[in-house]
């Protein structure tokens, strides 16, 4: 009440202002954001229970996820969006509903800081200019034909001065052009599986059948089958906050059906929340430890007569290595996993005692939970990328898989093991509908190429892993592989395909360093993220909003999607392949080549070619009918075709949902044919079998010549694990990074897009989580600032404390866009990537799970979020 | 006072995982600015953690989330205590801010014990969650309900949804349901009687000015422990 008075005179002026016909614009408000136009609020309140036009548009990133949406637009306008709405809903044939995010997408699409011109930084002159300025000089306007002009001059310096081994470019379209140039370095990475990248295709869980096609998508049962679980083991897997969308409904029907669930993770998830019968507060990077000692006591424990723990018949038949009796061929039988279990060579048993000292869980516990597991009939091992995204968790998958080999929770209705993650979390098996191929054909690239999966064969081609990209451009000098460092000289950096290489990269302080090297830097955008802040040209790209779509098969099995432009692309911004083109004529390339296919093109092909799963479940049969009409519309040389549904439904509706039902034809049930026959049904391993001896894996890990792993999944410590929070192990003396840290997808981005949205900055403040046990010690309170150094860089942020996390560990959401405080080298944004390292181990897997780092008290009062200044530039120049 | 048409929401606690999609269809829906949230999603935690053989082990942690709006009280003391009668109650018990009449002398925000009437420095009015009232009548669902991808919340008239839900109208940290007759009934979280017992706390981090962390105010900031 006592601001009445005050209240009452704001009130006087703004109705002052309203009647004087003055639009009130609050920086922060809505209609500031929303759009670059202006819509009274007459006209919105009109249009909210008016039926406009609904568009149907997708939801394009990475997010795990996969949703149906679309645009209301009125005269170019978006005013709202909605999800699906296409079907009644039910738990059998859900709608894809979409996630806040998609929820917020045209906050996102016509953001007030959207690029809206092509624009260079001031001091950039040919050659570079000065480079120091990256990150904090002044931007110019530039029209498109400077632009161009600016990035083939300096494309065409670079390659004749230095060759095209000095023009590095990560993706996108106008990889194209520089392939027909000539070529450029490339970069590879396992930044999402991890260690899951090479060792689950080597050990068997994601070994290709011949001719029934699958790989990580295949290697659980479908979200059918897992209702048939008595219980489902969730290790490290929060779809509630990494597979948005559906999955997290579809694990509540599993739970609805009977199963129960234990979450082992070092979060109290929001999954949990809603899941967890039973939590397992694991450290993060010890769950390999902490499995070992769930095996050593099923073996300790197992009476096959009166307490029948392990599935040997499992094991004898379908794996190799386990014990002496059963290794593959040409290996030294006392290199058995069950010995190493026991202790026999090193002399340590791996109990549970061992194991509970390592990863926090109390000897007893890990007893009763590999009890229960293997007790129980019907049970999913699941498990994420997450665990495998720590150094030296090559051998993690493997361990993994082992403990399903051991209980026999593979191949049979409501058994599985194996990783249940992004699009196929909770939901396993090849996709029941999907699209044809758009017939863009691929241009070789003669300098760079080549991934992790083609290496351990001498690398010919230059391609930087991508932990090495900034000591690469600093040092000059890469990993090659084994004995092989090769040398790389970044002259021209491409950052096409809308990436944020500075921000989603580990070791990010080296990259602020790193990213002042390059003579010169070009890349696309749609806002000013972290990557385009340093670069010396900016080129804004059209979202998917802007453009056509093609038929969009990269969601959950179910579904697929097609999106339509919403919007005239807005201000200046054009489609990536556009600037290819127009990059590619300039350099005197053929641009026919470059877009081998016109979209209307690769939209007939991926139509034409889209398939669905039959009713029966045996083959595919065509989606669309398409007529002489659709085509002419389209505007290709095409015949019509029948199908399922017609092309001109899928158009109006944007979606396309194969609806199921628990009988149906649809189930997948990984491994079924191999366990009941693994002789008649090998797998692409070379024993055939699922291989808990694996040389192919230990020679591949090698390979690459950073670490190397033995053939059986023994345990290694992470690099900056929790072994390394202490100085000396033996007395348990901490060290000057005595917590541990680990980073998570979180609610208000996927990856790192949509960080610069402000209803999702208001809805996900970017904090940092501890335990109260922690904060307490070092004086911190709930909502303090804080500051938090590991080895590699410092964040401010403020403290979330919460009994969620375990004590001695602390996280963060990745993606954060970083506000760096140049002078004090620290990043008030938050980024996850300035406290990791880029610390690169075995098959080239990053460390972001395994960090280490302190906090203190930080003196300062941090701004909330969403009342940061957007990044808008050119603000006075309104689009009409 | 039974009002046989009045509305209300339902919410099924035990499924709600706090992602905000109920807020941010609600925002889209409504154009609404940031600071302004005419649903709000609480997130309520507890539990500690005890030092067993060197090792901690975790004491009934919990946490669970509230997605509430305005709830449309039966007996709404933001009515009472506006000065200018700019709050009615419609014949469906939908609870109306008249924003012709509205003064925005905030009596109702102090008043409402769930911080459902939200203040708009840009629009200078008081605003709040009219369960979406023009949806409704082109037989369309409020955009919350659409929106929530647990499908953990619901709406229709009372009667319907105590008959289906039971009575249950208030868990920890929402006031005691006797105050105002909120039109919510809730399903609740499986540890809101067995672990929570009044003593764990709303962790949203509030700000200097309460009201604007996620639109959650004064008065469950209040019950913060
Ligand atoms: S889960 Fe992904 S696809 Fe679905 S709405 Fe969210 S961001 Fe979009
Ligand atoms: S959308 Fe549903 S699950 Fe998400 S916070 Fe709202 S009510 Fe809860
Ligand atoms: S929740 Fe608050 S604003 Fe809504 S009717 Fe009840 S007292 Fe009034």
């Not at chain 1, 029209?143 to 002009?149: F, I, K």
């Not at chain 1, 490290?236 to 129960?260: D, E, I, R």
């Not at chain 2, 600071?35 to 030092?51: A, K, L, P």
């Not at chain 2, 309460?210 to 105010?217: D, S, Y």
């Amino acid at each position: 009440m006592k601001n009445a008075t005050t209240s009452r005179r704001n009130f006087f002026k703004t109705a002052g202002m309203l009647a004087a016909g003055i639009t009130v614009l609050p920086s922060n408000s809505i209609k500031g954001a929303l759009l670059p136009y202006k819509i009274s609020p007459v006209v919105k309140r009109h249009v909210r229970s008016v039926e406009g036009k609904w568009v149907p548009v997708v939801c394009w990133h990475d997010c795990g996820g996969r949703c149906a949406l679309k645009a209301l637009v009125v005269n170019n306008k978006i005013l709202r969006v909605k999800s699906d709405d296409t079907h009644m809903d039910t738990p059998d044939y859900p709608q894809q509903r979409a996630c806040l995010r998609g929820r917020s997408q045209r906050m996102q699409v016509c953001g007030p800081d959207r690029l809206k011109y092509p624009m260079r930084r001031k001091s950039w002159a040919p050659g570079g200019g000065d480079k120091s300025l990256r990150g904090k000089d002044e931007w110019v306007r530039i029209s498109w034909d400077e632009a161009l002009d600016i990035v083939v001059n300096e494309l065409k310096r670079i390659k004749e001065e230095y060759g095209n081994e000095s023009i590095f470019s990560p993706g996108g379209e106008i990889k194209r052009t520089l392939n027909l140039f000539g070529g450029c370095v490339d970069s590879w990475s396992n930044d999402s599986l991890g260690s899951w990248m090479g060792s689950g295709k080597q050990i068997g869980l994601y070994a290709k059948k011949p001719n029934n096609g699958f790989d990580w998508v295949g290697c659980i049962g479908d979200r059918m089958d897992m209702r048939n679980c008595q219980l489902v083991v969730m290790w490290g897997v929060n779809p509630a906050w990494s597979s948005p969308g559906s999955p997290t409904y579809n694990f509540l029907q599993v739970k609805k059906a009977g199963a129960k669930f234990i979450f082992i993770d070092p979060f109290y998830s929001s999954s949990a929340a809603i899941l967890a019968d039973d939590w397992y507060p694991v450290r993060p990077g010890t769950d390999h430890a902490m499995i070992l000692g769930i095996m050593h006591t099923l073996l300790n424990e197992d009476n096959p007569v009166n307490n029948p723990l392990i599935d040997w018949d499992f094991l004898n038949r379908c794996t190799v290595g386990f014990d002496k009796y059963h290794m593959p061929e040409g290996a030294d039988p006392s290199e058995n996993f069950k010995d190493y279990l026991l202790g026999k060579n090193d002399g340590q048993p791996k109990d549970a005692e061992w194991a509970a000292e390592i990863c926090g869980i109390p000897a007893a516990r890990i007893k009763i939970l590999a009890r229960e597991i293997a007790n129980t009939k019907k049970v999913a091992l699941l498990t994420s990328w997450a665990p495998a995204r720590v150094n030296n968790s090559d051998s993690w998958p493997q361990a993994f898989m082992t403990l399903g080999c051991m209980t026999g929770h593979i191949g049979e209705s409501g058994r599985m093991t194996g990783t249940s993650i992004h699009i196929a979390t909770g939901n396993g098996g090849p996709p029941l509908v999907y699209a044809g191929n758009t017939g863009l054909e691929e241009i070789p690239n003669q300098v760079g190429g080549g991934s992790n999966y083609t290496r351990g064969r001498p690398e010919e081609k230059l391609s930087i892993p991508g932990n090495q990209i900034w000591s690469a451009i600093l040092t000059g000098e890469y990993t090659a592989g084994k004995d092989r460092n090769r040398k790389v000289d970044i002259r021209l950096m491409y950052l096409g395909g809308v990436t944020n290489m500075l921000g989603s990269r580990e070791g990010q302080k080296k990259g602020f360093e790193a990213i002042k090297k390059p003579d010169f830097i070009v890349c696309h955008a749609h806002f000013l993220n972290t990557t385009a802040q340093y670069s010396d040209v900016v080129l804004p790209v059209t979202t998917q909003w802007e453009r056509d779509g093609l038929l969009q098969d990269d969601g959950n099995r179910e579904v697929i999607f097609l999106g339509s432009k919403a919007i005239e692309p807005l201000f200046e911004s054009r489609d990536d392949m556009w600037i290819a083109k127009e990059i590619g004529a300039r350099l005197g390339l053929d641009t026919r080549l470059i877009e081998s296919a016109t979209q209307a093109q690769q939209l007939y092909n991926s139509a034409s070619g889209a398939m669905v799963i039959k009713d029966d479940g045996k083959g595919y049969e065509p989606l669309l009918t398409i007529t002489e009409e659709d085509i002419k519309n389209i505007g290709v040389v095409g015949s019509p075709q029948k199908g399922r549904i017609t092309f001109k439904e899928l158009r109006e509706k944007g979606v396309y949902q194969v609806p199921r039902s628990p009988n149906d034809n649809f189930r997948h049930i990984p491994l079924e044919d191999f366990r009941k026959d693994p002789v008649k049904n090998p797998l692409t391993t070379r024993s055939g079998k699922l291989e808990i001896h694996c040389s192919d894996l230990a020679e591949f890990v090698a390979a690459f010549g950073w670490s190397v792993i033995k053939p059986i999944p023994e345990y290694v410590q992470p690099i900056e694990g929790y072994e390394a929070s202490f100085s000396d192990w033996k007395t348990k003396t901490k060290s000057k990074y005595p917590l541990q840290f680990y980073s998570v997808h979180y609610l208000r981005r996927a990856g790192s897009t949509y960080d610069n949205v402000s209803w999702l900055r208001e809805a996900w403040p970017q904090e940092f989580f501890i335990n109260p046990l922690d904060a307490e010690v070092r004086g911190i309170n709930h909502g303090d600032t804080i500051k938090a150094t590991s080895r590699h860089g410092t964040v401010i942020r403020r403290a979330h404390i919460t009994s969620r996390i375990r004590p001695g560990v602390t996280s963060m959401g990745a993606g954060a866009w970083s506000e760096l405080d140049e002078k004090l080298g620290v990043d008030n944004a938050g980024s996850s990537n300035m406290l990791a390292g880029d610390i690169t181990t075995g098959q080239g897997t990053s460390g972001w799970n395994s960090c280490l780092l302190e906090v203190e008290k930080y003196g300062k009062e941090l701004i909330p979020d969403h009342k940061w200044p957007a990044r808008i530039l050119f603000k006075n120049e309104i689009h009409e | 006072m039974n009002n046989k048409n009045q509305l209300g929401f339902y919410l099924d606690s035990g499924a709600c995982i706090g992602c905000k999609a109920c807020i941010i269809a609600c925002k889209d829906k409504n154009d609404l600015p940031v600071n302004i949230n005419w649903r709000r999603v609480i997130e309520y935690c507890g539990g500690s953690w005890n030092s067993e053989k060197g090792n901690f082990v975790p004491s009934g942690v919990y946490v669970y989330y509230l997605s509430v709006s305005c709830q449309h009280c039966e007996s709404p003391p933001c009515l009472e205590a506006c000065p200018s009668s700019a709050i009615s109650k419609g014949d469906d018990g939908i609870v109306h801010i008249d924003q012709e009449k509205c003064i925005h002398d905030q009596s109702c925000l102090y008043a409402c014990p769930y911080d459902a009437p939200q203040f708009g420095s840009d629009t200078a009015r008081m605003s709040k969650c009219d369960m979406c009232a023009d949806l409704r009548a082109i037989d369309k669902n409020p955009a919350c309900v659409d929106a929530c991808p647990l499908r953990a919340l619901s709406w229709g008239k009372m009667d319907e949804l105590r008959e289906k839900y039971g009575n249950i109208t208030a868990i920890d940290p929402l006031p005691d349901g006797s105050i105002t007759s909120p039109s919510m009934i809730l399903t609740p979280h499986r540890h809101t009687r067995l672990l929570s017992n009044g003593k764990g706390h709303v962790t949203d981090l509030p700000e200097k000015a309460p009201t604007e962390i996620n639109g959650i105010g004064p008065n469950i900031i209040k019950q913060l422990k």
